[in-house]
């Protein structure tokens, strides 16, 4: 093993310091102050009990079950008119909510071999992702990983079963 | 990239050098030339076992069962027609006869193999003393079985051979390994996680495998085959997939997605030095060692479907295996570099295929359900397949000679991703009369 170099330690602390300064920077600032309430429902009535505000974007409100998963036909990782459908609405809960992370899981049929679902399954999730981040999501807050064939969802060795099992799966962390 | 723990390291870097000097004994072994085995198929040798006899004073009346055993054995090396003296069978027309005895003696047991010819002055062709704890009747069994075969065709059988898979349970797969008689099963992982594709080390002590184990993407993991802590052998971004030794265990070749999508990588026997060998946009897996090293077959679906293609080593040279099927899959190269095995898509359901090694006589040796990842027995007489051809997710044995498919005794774990270890070290057995050299069953 190579020995490092003398002045890497304080280089390394440096690095460290500013590194956790911005953290802590980052840290002060949030959460986000909620955006003041909307002057108009004020304005129109006081007497009468106010409407309350549409809900501010809050982080941790969005759900796994809130998130539609792109589905795909058989040995394929295009993104059909439903499947983009689904991912346009997930693109915007994930605008909605900023501090929101995922996974998307590639998802493949019980059809052919588990090397080549794997890659599959990975070009599946990749698709999704690459969907959302053209959709303005960054990079950095979609993560991916392929189950190939062996997460099926449904359990059934027809068609109606693999169709469910063919899918980006979208998982809120 | 390496994310090999540094606690592991000295424990791997002895596994590593174990993979090593296994495959460099591995490396002189197979500087035979390839030649075609025409064995499968063929005409069979006929031969009559004609009984074990009992020890008067065995205690455990293991002789019928055992008798039975040797000749399944003799049945499943597929180079025998057997007849059975206890079935009231006649040895007709046979070129052996098998005959043995049981003694017990301190714990120990001890089995005098012989095999004679028809003639009436019975000459005897091969006589073996077998020696070893009461518990090891079996395997007893089996090296007297390896024994006649290698008499008989001048190359041991592969009744001492082992069987890792994966047993699915729950969500959950884990890592297990059998005798090939579906003894001594156990567990090897216990992660509650994904494992997939195991492969074993030229010598037979290591098995290398793909694991979600930690809650990461796929990875590359190396594990003694007898149980153990495992190691990490490639962690690098994507997925980690598809390993297996080279034939000399100095190389490793395995998938790699780091480069954003499934490329066929080599590295070494550690993991370290990664080199890649293709480079396209389409998936690139499933690699499979010719048993020269110098060249892979491998799946990919440059051409729109998966198809299998060969290339050598370094990437060049690529060709299509073959145009016979639209979509193949899962090559494996027989150990004798005549044959390639590969599964193709058969509508909705997967058949498993045998070629030349040149694309050539392809046809299909297991049809019906899902019929998935053939992998060779170490004299390539044999393919391990998983299947759901009859209904419940299993291990299937075809011999490649007509009959059907049997099923490997799993004990009820639904079981996947079969590979087929290579011989173990050579046993020593104690010779008597006219012995019989003991090759080199090392493979």
């Not at chain 2, 492969?199 to 979600?212: A, R």
Request: glycine content about 10%.
């Amino acid at each position: 093993m190579k020995v490092a170099p003398r002045w890497i330690v304080p280089l390394v602390t440096v690095c460290a310091l500013v590194v956790l300064g911005g953290c802590a920077k980052k840290a002060v600032q949030t959460p986000p102050t909620p955006p003041p309430a909307p002057p108009v429902s004020h304005a129109v009535d006081t007497t009468t009990t106010p409407t309350p505000p549409p809900a501010p974007p809050v982080s941790g409100t969005v759900a796994t079950s809130d998130m539609k998963d792109a589905f795909f036909d058989f040995d394929q990782s295009v993104l059909r008119d439903d499947a983009r459908a689904a991912l346009d609405q997930d693109a915007r809960l994930l605008r909605d909510h900023p501090n929101v992370s995922v996974v998307i899981e590639g998802h493949c049929d019980e059809r052919g071999t588990e090397e080549y679902n794997q890659a599959l399954g990975e070009r599946r999730a990749g698709a999704a992702k690459d969907y959302l981040t053209q959709a303005g999501i960054e990079a950095g807050r979609i993560e991916t990983i392929s189950y190939g064939k062996t997460r099926p969802f449904a359990d059934g060795h027809d068609e109606s079963a693999w169709a469910q099992n063919r899918r980006a799966h979208v998982v809120v962390k | 990239m390496n994310a090999r723990p540094k606690r592991g390291g000295r424990a791997i870097v002895a596994l590593a050098a174990l993979a090593w000097l296994a495959g460099a004994g591995a490396a002189r072994a197979q500087s035979r030339d390839v030649r075609i085995d025409i064995s499968g198929g063929g005409q069979k040798i006929r031969l009559h076992v004609q009984g074990l006899t009992a020890a008067p004073d065995d205690p455990h009346a293991s002789a019928k069962d055992a008798q039975e055993l040797l000749a399944r054995d003799l049945d499943d090396a597929a180079v025998f027609t057997v007849s059975r003296g206890w079935n009231g069978e006649a040895p007709v027309d046979v070129q052996g006869i098998v005959i043995g005895r049981w003694s017990v003696s301190g714990g120990r047991i001890t089995l005098d193999g012989e095999v004679t010819d028809a003639s009436p002055a019975r000459l005897s062709i091969l006589r073996h003393e077998y020696r070893g704890g009461v518990g090891e009747w079996r395997d007893l069994i089996h090296q007297f079985s390896d024994d006649i075969v290698l008499q008989f065709t001048g190359e041991p059988g592969v009744a001492r051979t082992r069987i890792a898979f994966v047993a699915q349970q729950g969500r959950n797969r884990e890592l297990y390994v059998m005798n090939l008689d579906g003894s001594d099963l156990h567990p090897l992982t216990a992660d509650r996680s994904i494992a997939l594709s195991p492969s074993w080390s030229p010598d037979g002590s290591l098995l290398l495998f793909t694991s979600y184990r930690g809650g990461t993407p796929p990875r590359i993991w190396v594990m003694a085959a007898t149980g153990g802590r495992p190691y990490l052998i490639s962690g690098r971004r994507g997925n980690n997939t598809s390993a297996s030794y080279s034939p000399d265990g100095r190389d490793i070749a395995c998938t790699l997605s780091q480069d954003g999508n499934a490329e066929v990588y080599l590295l070494d026997a550690r993991g370290g030095s990664p080199r890649r060998v293709t480079s396209n946009r389409a998936i690139d897996t499933s690699p499979s060692w010719s048993p020269t090293g110098r060249e892979l077959a491998f799946t990919s679906d440059r051409g729109g479907t998966p198809q299998v293609y060969v290339m050598d080593r370094e990437g060049g040279n690529l060709r299509r295996l073959t145009y016979d099927v639209s979509y193949t899959d899962s090559p494996a190269w027989s150990p004798k570099g005549d044959r390639i095995a590969f599964v193709a898509r058969d509508g909705n359901g997967f058949d498993v295929w045998v070629c030349r090694a040149d694309g050539s006589g392809g046809h299909a040796v297991a049809v019906g359900g899902l019929n998935e990842n053939p992998k060779w027995s170490p004299d390539g007489r044999h393919l391990v397949f998983a299947s759901t051809r009859d209904g419940a997710q299993g291990l299937y044995v075809t011999d490649l000679d007509g009959r059907p498919p049997r099923r490997l005794d799993t004990g009820g774990l639904r079981a996947l991703s079969p590979a087929w270890s290579p011989r173990p070290p050579s046993a020593v057995a104690s010779a008597t009369g006219r012995s019989v050299s003991q090759p080199g069953g090392h493979p």
